[in-house]
């Protein structure tokens, strides 16, 4: 894979999303125009099946003058949409399938079938001989992905930053605790190739909006 980025808002305790499962307002303005400038810089956009049935988000580029740069340099409209699910739990009227650009589903092979047959031509269903990064980053390099960006949620990121499986991570703090202890955090529990003895490397942090956005490279991905 060319390029993996990873791009997550949280609050200052490290929350990405409400307990009670409604939309956690964390970016700004800015930050929302550059979060999609990544977007409209990559191949396609991953999330999990939880984001799915929670949030049915687009996915999508959504300022002309990005969408104008994908023209100009002979990319599609929009980016593919790409979701990950284990147990096919998945709406065919969500509206994940309804708009924006090709859309992929990458389950596991013995429930391929089904799943395809369910969704029908709304989505590629792509089946995993199991979900370790590894598989899912193959999966999309036969696909014609080259250039991805993960968004979440929690599982999924725990996974790629685990395995060290990125190039660089887009995190954007808002400036608020969220003090729900049963809320969605940034990762969950697990053994990450980055810890006190091997740091990312800040590139930059800005301030779009009072939201800080600290650009971090990974100096050693593992892809």
Known sequence: MEWVQLSVAMSLDGHIDAANGERLVLSSAEDCHDMHAARAACDAIL???????????????????LLAQRCAAGLPDQPAKVVLTR????DPDAGFFHNGGRKLVLCPQSKQAALRQR????????GLADDGVANILAALRSCGIRRLLVEGGSQVLT????????HQLRLAIAPFLLGQSTAPRLAGPADFLHGPDRRLR??????????AVLDLL???PVL
């Open 47 to 65: 999330v999990g099946a939880g984001t799915l049935r929670r949030d049915d988000p687009r996915l999508t580029v959504r300022y002309p003058e």
């Open 87 to 90: 147990s096919c739990d998945i």
């Open 119 to 126: 969704l029908g031509d709304r989505a590629e269903v792509v």
């Open 159 to 166: 996974q790629f930053l685990a395995a060290g499986a990125f």
């Open 202 to 211: 800040l590139l930059a942090t800005r301030n779009l909006g009072n939201v």
């Open 218 to 220: 990974n100096e050693t």
